[in-house]
């Protein structure tokens, strides 16, 4: 009962900090508010309002029987009634309504009707509070007369309430603007932070992050900074590292392909050079994994135009750009270049055509990369994202390389907030279903 209970209420409640701390603040003011209001109305304006509308009561019925007691003086008392309590009073012998006048949510007709039944009988009155604007008409059967009055509001409902009301109303809402604003102040950096965090999951640098806000928002803020910049430090050092080792081992590759050329063993050459080309093209891998991790700024990006630069740059027809929309998503354009040219190649080696469809969803990108070639088996699909994995079968990622093809790519999508996802295409090769956040 209590889980389903707090699962109600958690699906019920905001999501954001702010409109959570709002509701801390806003309700406690709004309840007792509510309980101030129903206390005063409860204990003391209905019992007020009740005493008056019997005090009322009791002088139309003194009236009432002042006038069938002697009806000699009617100006005299009618004028009295006039002049010190601004009482219009009619008698006449008009056809006695039937049609009711009252209100039935109303307090002040509740406890006009209750007093007059009380006084007078039913059928015997008749009212309406909202004929007249500052006045109440109530009608009397008196014998064979009917006697019209004509009573100032203000004699049935007392008009502090609605100063009551104002009064205790209008300075919650104040309270309610103040911490609107207070509130509005503490959340924003806090708000601040969750956008640096989520900029540098996307592999973004953060230079123009300042700590803000209160001490342990501040103190949190200054934690995070330096936490992105001691793992900047380690990736840097890391590419470093990685791309001087790559760098280092190129100058005895070329003394060997210059002493290999020397040697007048064709068959040992040939191998040999085998060997090194494949320890080359090794080393461009690795190369191209540290360039990575190297710094790039965000720029906003056109899909559609990469793709056709892309393709300029290849210059091969068997690329075909079947659907392309003009997309700006945020980004690092060197390294989605990179990944896609590394998608594409592989199809164009293993397969004929390659086939890219772009197009938008709901709030992401979707890229569609689909070639004809031999594919890939469903229980390897997640083993080619490993880096230094290479297929021994007729389809391999990375035949010239070390395996670290599909790592890169999948290392990018992550970094920019996506996802990769490997499929068997329509054209009976593979498909890489990539998904990019705008």
Known sequence: ??????????????KRLFYRALIIVAAPTII???????VFFDSIWIKANKNVTRSLVSQLKTIQNMYLNNKNNLDFF????????????????????TATGERKFSPMDRSLRRELKSAFGNNNYWFNTTKFKKAVEIKIKSENETIEFLIPKEMISTSSVRLFVLWTTLPSIVLILIALVFLKNQTKPLVRLAKAAERFGKGDYINDFRPSGASEIRKAAYEFDR??????????????MLSGISHDLRTPLTRLKLQLAMIKDEDISKKMSSDIDEMEGMLNDYLQFAKTQAKENTSSINLANLFKEIKKNLKD????LVNLSDIIIKGRGSSLRRC????????????????VDLHKGSNRVIINIEDDGPGISEDQYRNVFKPFFRLDKSRSLNKSGVGLGLAI???IINSHGGNIQLGKSQYKGLQVKISLPF
Request: no cysteine; aromatic share 12%.
């Open 227 to 240: 936490m992105a910049k001691r793992i900047n430090r380690h990736l840097n050092q890391r590419s470093e």
């Open 32 to 38: 007792l508010q509510l309980i101030i209001t129903i």
């Open 1 to 14: 009962m209590f889980y389903g209970l707090n699962r109600l209420i958690k699906i019920i409640l905001p």
């Open 409 to 411: 790519v999948e290392d």
């Open 340 to 355: 896609f040219e590394n998608v594409i190649n592989n199809g164009l080696t293993y397969g004929k055509k390659v086939y």
């Open 317 to 320: 027809e068997n690329l075909n």
């Open 78 to 97: 009618t004028d009295s009634y006039k002049n010190n309590f601004n009482f219009e009073i009619d008698i006449n012998n008009d056809v006695f309504p």
